[in-house]
């Protein structure tokens, strides 16, 4: 059973806690930590930089968002645990990635809700995630996956990403305001 802070609008504990799924159940705001992979390749054709992004195609087995491509790494934060040390679980965790916390660099912050159903059970989310971006040129052969959590992973090229999202046409659980957000803070 995960046992989350209760966290008010800015990500701060009020000092209560909840079982994650009664949080989803119920719609109480809680932390999460997005952790998203980002590489800079030669594309050939023109012979300038691209910004790649790795997705995870979540497992058909999640409570929510099944067989849809997610963030490269994220993950619900324990009670009593801070954003920064959760990136780094959730990288080993889903990715076999071993991460610094000085490696991570801040992004931004979202409240994020949606309210949805899935495996006819309602899911209300109400999140407050830190973003954080990973400079790692690695090959998806490198990547240990955690198969309980996702299927695959893959790398998508950043700007062709965001126009297809906004299209509608990847099969994404993304937020386009998110992808942006790490456009715009790559080095």
């Given at each position: 059973?995960?046992?989350?802070?209760?966290?008010?609008?800015?990500?701060?504990?009020?000092?209560?806690?909840v079982?994650?799924?009664?949080?989803?159940?119920?719609?109480?705001?809680h932390?999460?930590?997005?952790v998203?992979?980002v590489?800079?390749?030669?594309?050939?054709?023109s012979?300038?930089d691209i910004v790649?992004?790795?997705?995870?195609?979540?497992?058909?087995?999640?409570?929510?968002?099944?067989g849809?491509?997610?963030?490269?790494?994220?993950?619900?934060?324990?009670?009593?645990?801070?954003?920064?040390?959760?990136?780094i679980?959730e990288?080993?965790?889903?990715?076999?990635?071993?991460?610094d916390?000085?490696e991570?660099?801040?992004?931004g912050?979202?409240?994020?809700s949606?309210?949805?159903i899935?495996?006819?059970?309602?899911?209300?989310?109400?999140?407050?995630?830190?973003?954080?971006?990973?400079?790692?040129?690695?090959?998806?052969?490198?990547?240990?996956?955690?198969?309980?959590?996702?299927?695959?992973?893959?790398?998508?090229?950043?700007?062709?990403?965001?126009?297809?999202?906004?299209?509608?046409?990847?099969?994404?659980?993304?937020?386009?305001?998110?992808?942006?957000?790490?456009?715009?803070?790559?080095?």
């Amino acid at each position: 059973m995960e046992i989350l802070d209760i966290v008010d609008e800015n990500g701060n504990p009020t000092g209560e806690t909840v079982e994650r799924k009664k949080a989803h159940r119920e719609g109480i705001r809680h932390r999460t930590s997005h952790v998203w992979l980002v590489r800079k390749v030669k594309d050939m054709a023109s012979g300038k930089d691209i910004v790649e992004i790795l997705l995870q195609k979540r497992s058909e087995d999640k409570d929510s968002h099944p067989g849809e491509w997610d963030i490269s790494s994220a993950g619900h934060i324990p009670a009593g645990f801070d954003f920064r040390e959760s990136a780094i679980r959730e990288l080993k965790e889903e990715l076999g990635i071993d991460a610094d916390e000085t490696e991570l660099k801040e992004a931004g912050i979202m409240n994020l809700s949606s309210d949805n159903i899935f495996h006819g059970e309602p899911f209300l989310d109400r999140q407050v995630s830190k973003v954080f971006i990973l400079e790692k040129d690695l090959p998806v052969s490198a990547f240990k996956v955690q198969e309980s959590e996702l299927s695959e992973v893959k790398w998508f090229e950043l700007d062709r990403l965001i126009e297809e999202t906004k299209a509608g046409n990847m099969g994404t659980c993304l937020r386009v305001s998110e992808l942006e957000i790490v456009r715009n803070n790559i080095t």
